[in-house]
């Protein structure tokens, strides 16, 4: 990696200055091979206006001698209490806390990564942000980013802590008849037989919100959809936030004015059955949400619509179908490949922030040689005493994105 002289950084602190870097902060992410919506202002304003307000926002911009952008860390800091009540400051990136970001990144300019993380930590080391700990989540694992401050941080001596979490993602080759050939041959039939039963019955409609007068209805079904399902199961549900619906409300007009939404619907006798909310940056689409009706689980609505989006985004170019973080039964049908996503936690040596990472990930430790070594049984009782007593929901693991349909 070419070495090059440092970097000087820029603090941005406040919404309006970071909505005035829109032009070079694009053409960023245009060098940048590995960008995603994630990174983009589109994504990050709207999530800020919704979930920002107990953060102090902190994205630093790293300039070259002939004051070009060669690399951004959009971060925020975030007040944190111990169990045992100290009050800490955790650094993480703008767009974390939610559980609504995946693929979360610091654009740099290819072969500035050196450069980049060597500024980076010199200035968090002379107290440009104030902050105790750090907590990098969901950067992707080709993220040259990342690898750059996994090596610096090792350089230094900090300590460090580095995670995986499981991403699937189904890589759609140039023509649909080839996709479907790598489905099961009963997967194969059934999305045959349950697209014409479904016809034998109903007047179907399968479309995409291509027009910003039709957003209101479309997210108003799809925010009904998933409710009604986590509902019956007596859950919540993600869409209950107020502060989460209005994200995709403004996230929905950024996407569908760049031309990047995919937000597609299947309508049984003029009443959508299922949604599903994606958002497509270069080759690549990215589900974020669906629903679909449980009155009409027998009838495959939300099998029959992932089919269909698939053939179409096929038909368009695009080539990855990315069902961000986790794994399940529902997504393991359209052949993904397994991928990750990876978590850097970091603090100053002998600093508190280091004492506390240290301590939590000890424990994080033990849970998980425990959780591999108990019975099943054992472990669910011992979740649910523990959530008694801390007065919780019983959770374990990264937090997950909210509930979906996936």
């Not at 479309?218 to 549900?237: A, S, V």
């Not at 994080?364 to 040689?369: I, L």
Request: a neutral charge; proline letters at 5%; glycine letters at 6%.
């Amino acid at each position: 990696m070419t070495q090059q002289p440092a970097l000087e950084v820029r603090v941005v602190d406040s919404v309006e200055a970071l909505s005035n870097l829109q032009v070079e902060w694009d053409q960023l992410l245009s060098e940048f091979p590995t960008a995603t919506t994630f990174s983009t202002l589109d994504w990050l304003l709207p999530w800020w206006h919704a979930f920002g307000k107990a953060q102090q926002l902190k994205v630093l911009r790293f300039y070259d001698s002939t004051q070009r952008l060669v690399a951004l860390a959009p971060l925020s800091v975030t007040p944190h209490s111990t169990p045992s009540g100290i009050k800490l400051k955790l650094l993480r990136l703008m767009g974390d806390g939610s559980g609504d970001s995946d693929n979360l990144d610091m654009p740099v300019r290819p072969g500035y990564e050196s450069a980049f993380v060597n500024a980076l930590l010199d200035s968090l080391t002379r107290g440009d942000v104030d902050w105790d700990f750090c907590k990098l989540n969901t950067l992707p694992d080709t993220s040259p980013a990342a690898a750059a401050l996994i090596d610096g941080l090792e350089q230094r001596g900090w300590h460090s802590f580095t995670f995986n979490r499981p991403q699937l993602v189904t890589n759609l080759p140039p023509d649909w008849e080839t996709y479907i050939t790598q489905l099961s041959s009963e997967n194969r039939n059934n999305l045959k037989r349950y697209t014409r039963r479904l016809s034998r019955h109903y007047q179907v409609q399968i479309y995409k919100c291509t027009e910003e007068s039709d957003l209101n209805r479309c997210l108003d079904d799809l925010f009904r959809l998933h409710q009604k399902r986590w509902l019956l199961r007596g859950e919540p549900g993600t869409f209950a936030s107020s502060e989460r619906r209005a994200f995709y409300h403004e996230l929905s007009r950024a996407l569908l004015a760049h031309q990047c939404l995919e937000f597609w619907l299947i309508s049984l006798d003029g009443k959508t059955a299922a949604a599903q909310f994606c958002f497509r940056y270069r080759d690549t689409v990215f589900l974020l949400q669906e629903g679909f009706d449980p009155d009409h689980a027998a009838d495959r609505v939300g099998f029959i619509l992932r089919g269909h989006v698939l053939e179409q985004l096929t038909a368009a170019g695009v080539r990855h179908y990315d069902f961000l973080f986790g794994q399940s039964e529902g997504k393991s049908i359209w052949v993904p490949q397994l991928q990750h996503y990876r978590d850097i936690h970091f603090a100053k040596p002998r600093s508190l922030g280091s004492l506390y990472l240290g301590i939590t990930n000890t424990a994080r430790d033990s849970k998980e040689w425990l959780r591999s070594h108990l019975p099943e049984r054992v472990w669910v009782v011992l979740r649910h005493l523990n959530s008694r007593r801390r007065g919780s929901p019983t959770t374990s693991g990264p937090t997950p994105r909210a509930p979906s349909e996936k």
